[in-house]
C-alpha cells in the first residue's frame, strides 16, 4: 500500500500572501521524504494540500496518478500524524487506533486485532485498554503513527510529530521511524524544521523558504553540495567568503563570483583549497570537535569558524596554515 | 490572621444562611401540623404530603413540568450544541454577530420573550398548549446551551475533529463519536441546567399554557386561594427535584473528569 505523490505548479495564496509559488515535485512510491524550512516557509502548506485539507489556489495534486481536486481529507488514501498527537482522549489506545477501521466498516474483531499488532509495530503491545492520558508525550506520539497507519494508507504525512518531544527522545523516535518506514513501505512525507532530524531520516530533504523549492536531493547532497545559499545556511554552519572574478578578501581562491561556503570541519590544516596563514582567536571544547575562531592574516575582520578533531593542539594566538575540502560557490 | 478566622467562618455561616434560610423555613412548615404554615412550629405530619400527591391536577401538573423540562432541555442542547460547533468551527465574516444574537435572548427578560411569543401565536393562530410553552423554553434554554457548548470547545477538541476526518469519518460520525463525546461533561452539564430552569419557569409557562399547565402555574393558583402547608409541601419537591438535576449534573461532571 503505496502510491506516488505529485505536485504539479502548485500555488497557494491566503489573501494576499503567498503561502506557495509555483512549487512542483515529484515524490516516488516508498520513498521517505521531509519538507524542511523554517516557519512560514509553505512546509505545512504543501502538507495540508497533500493531504487534503486545503484546496490550492492554482495547480494540481495527484497522489498514485489521480488528481485530488475537490477530494477531502476523508475519501484520500493519505492519514496524518499530527504535531499535537489529536489522540481522542476518550477512547482507550486500542480504539484510537482502530477508530480508521470503524470508520471504513471494520468488523470489531479483525479491528482489536489489527490495532493490537499495530500497537506492537510501535512499541505498545498489550497497552490496548490503557486511556491516552495515562501516557508520556512519546508514547501518545507512537499511538498517533500506530492509528495513522492502521488504515494502510498509500501515503503518510508527518506534521512536526517530533517537536512536542525533549531531544533525547526526539533522536530515539527518529530511528523508529525509519525503521517503521522500512518496514511497512508506505511513502512518507515528513514535515519539520530541524535539520539533524531531516538528515537522521529522509531518504530525500526537501529545503523550502518563502514559499518556494530551495534545494531538493538526498541528505549528503543537500549538505555537502548545496543548491542555494539559504540551503547552504540552513542545513547549517556555513562560513561565507565573498568572491568577485576569482579574487576574495582572503586573496585568489577559485574562479567565478559569487559566495564561497565551507563548513567548519571542511577547514583544517590539509585540504584541496588552501586559505593561507591564520590567528587561532578563541577555542572551545564541544566534546566530539574542538570549535575554534581564526582570524585569517590578510582579512582579520572576516573570521572562519573551524571544527578540529577532539585531539589537535589548539592554543589561542597560535598562527596555521589552513585549508578547504569541499567548496561552493554559489 | 489567625484572630480573625473566626469571625471567616462566622461571615461564610451568615452568607449561607442568609441564601438558605428562606429554603429551610418553607421545608420545615411543609411538615407543620397546623393549617398555617407560620411559627409557631406545632408538630410533624406527613399530612399535607399525602394531600398534594392525591390532588390530581398537581400530579398532572407535575408530570407537565417534567416533561416539558426534559423534552425542551434535550432541543435546546442539540440546537445549541450544532451552533456551537459549526461556529467554533468555520470563521465567517459574521461569526461574532451571529454568536452575539445567539446568546442576546439571555438579556431579555422571560416577561417580554413571553409576550412576543403570545402575540406571535395570537397572529398565526396557535392556541396556547404545552408546546407553545416549550417553545418558550427552548428560546430561553438555547443561548444558555450554545454559550457553555461553545465556550467547551477549544483547540483540541478540533484538532481531534481534524484527525477523526483524516481517519475517514463523515460529518455526523465526527460529531456522534468525537466532538460530543468530548463535550460530555460541558453537554451534561447545560443539559440538567437547562431542566432547573425549565422546571421553575413561571412566566413563560403562565402566558403560554392554558389547561395542560406546569407546576409553577399550579403552585401560582394554590396560593391565591390563600397559605397553606400544603403549598410549602409542593414547593420542597419542587425543590428536592431542582437539588436531583444540580447533583445528577455535578456527578456526571465530575465523574467523567475523574
Known amino acids: 500500500m503505496t502510491a506516488g505523490v505529485e505536485i504539479e505548479r502548485v500555488s497557494q495564496h491566503y489573501g494576499r500572501a503567498k503561502a506557495l509559488e509555483d512549487v512542483s515535485l515529484s515524490i516516488a512510491a516508498g520513498e521517505f521524504v521531509v519538507l524542511l524550512g523554517p516557519s512560514g516557509c509553505g512546509k505545512t502548506t504543501l502538507l495540508n494540500l497533500i493531504g487534503g485539507f486545503a484546496e490550492p489556489s492554482s495547480g494540481r495534486v495527484l497522489i498514485g496518478g489521480r488528481d485530488m481536486a475537490g477530494i477531502g481529507p476523508r475519501a484520500r488514501p493519505t492519514t496524518t500524524v499530527f504535531q499535537d498527537y489529536a489522540l481522542f482522549p476518550h477512547m482507550t489506545l486500542g480504539q484510537n487506533v482502530g477508530f480508521g477501521l470503524k470508520m471504513r466498516g471494520v468488523a470489531r474483531a479483525a479491528r482489536q486485532a489489527r490495532a493490537a499488532e499495530m500497537l506492537a509495530l510501535v512499541g505498545l503491545e498489550g497497552r490496548s485498554g490503557v486511556r491516552p492520558h495515562e501516557l508520556s508525550g512519546g508514547q501518545r506520539q507512537r499511538v498517533a503513527l500506530a492509528r495513522a497507519l492502521a488504515v494502510e494508507p498509500d501515503v503518510l504525512l508527518l506534521d512536526e510529530p517530533l517537536g512536542a518531544l525533549d531531544l533525547k527522545l526526539r533522536r530515539q523516535m527518529q530511528d523508529e521511524l525509519k525503521a517503521i518506514q522500512r518496514r511497512v513501505g508506505t511513502t512518507f512525507v515528513h514535515v519539520t524544521h530541524d535539520q539533524e532530524e531531516a538528515m537522521a531520516i529522509a531518504d530525500r530533504i526537501v529545503v523550502m523558504n518563502a514559499g518556494r523549492i530551495e534545494d531538493d536531493g538526498p541528505p549528503s547532497r543537500v549538505y555537502l553540495r548545496p543548491r542555494s545559499l539559504f540551503s547552504a545556511g540552513f542545513m547549517g554552519e556555513v562560513n561565507k567568503i565573498p568572491v568577485t572574478n576569482g579574487q576574495s578578501p582572503l586573496g585568489p581562491l577559485m574562479p567565478g563570483t559569487g559566495t564561497l561556503c565551507l563548513r567548519p570541519e571542511a577547514i583544517g590544516d590539509q585540504g584541496e583549497l588552501p586559505l593561507g596563514p591564520a590567528r587561532l582567536e578563541e577555542v572551545a571544547f564541544f566534546g566530539t570537535h574542538i570549535r575554534a575562531r581564526f582570524a585569517p592574516q590578510a582579512a582579520p575582520d572576516l573570521p572562519l569558524m573551524v571544527h578540529l578533531p577532539q585531539g589537535a593542539e589548539a592554543r589561542p594566538g597560535m598562527m596555521t596554515n589552513l585549508f578547504a575540502n569541499n567548496p561552493v560557490l554559489l | ?258
Open chain 2, 1 to 258: 490572621m489567625k484572630a480573625l478566622r473566626p469571625l471567616g467562618w462566622l461571615y461564610l455561616a451568615l452568607a449561607y444562611a442568609f441564601i438558605f434560610l428562606p429554603v429551610v423555613v418553607l421545608v420545615v412548615y411543609s411538615f407543620q401540623d397546623g393549617r398555617l404554615p407560620v411559627p409557631p412550629f406545632k408538630g410533624v405530619t406527613l399530612e399535607w404530603y399525602g394531600k398534594i400527591l392525591s390532588d390530581r391536577d398537581l400530579v398532572a401538573a407535575m408530570g407537565n413540568s417534567i416533561l416539558l423540562a426534559v423534552l425542551t432541555s434535550a432541543l435546546a442542547l442539540v440546537l445549541g450544541f450544532l451552533a456551537a460547533h459549526g461556529l467554533a468551527r468555520v470563521r465567517l465574516p459574521g461569526s461574532g454577530l451571529m454568536r452575539l444574537v445567539l446568546i442576546a435572548p439571555m438579556t431579555v427578560s422571560y416577561l417580554i420573550i413571553a409576550l412576543g411569543l403570545l402575540q406571535v401565536f395570537n397572529q398565526v393562530g396557535v392556541r396556547p398548549s404545552l408546546v407553545t410553552a416549550g417553545i418558550g423554553h427552548v428560546v430561553i434554554n438555547l443561548p444558555l446551551c450554545f454559550a457553555i457548548c461553545f465556550a467547551a470547545m477549544g483547540d483540541q477538541q478540533k484538532s481531534a475533529e481534524r484527525a477523526a476526518r483524516d481517519l475517514g469519518a463523515a460529518e455526523w460520525q465526527v460529531l456522534v463519536q468525537v466532538s460530543a463525546p468530548m463535550l460530555a461533561p460541558a453537554l451534561a452539564a447545560a443539559f440538567f441546567l437547562s431542566v432547573t430552569f425549565s422546571w421553575d419557569e413561571f412566566i413563560i409557562a403562565f402566558l403560554l399554557t392554558r389547561f395542560d399547565v406546569t407546576l409553577p402555574v399550579e403552585i401560582w393558583s394554590m396560593l391565591k386561594s390563600g397559605l397553606s402547608p400544603a403549598t410549602n409541601a409542593v414547593g420542597s419537591l419542587v425543590f428536592l427535584i431542582s437539588v436531583i438535576a444540580v447533583v445528577l449534573a455535578e456527578i456526571l461532571v465530575v465523574r467523567r473528569r475523574g
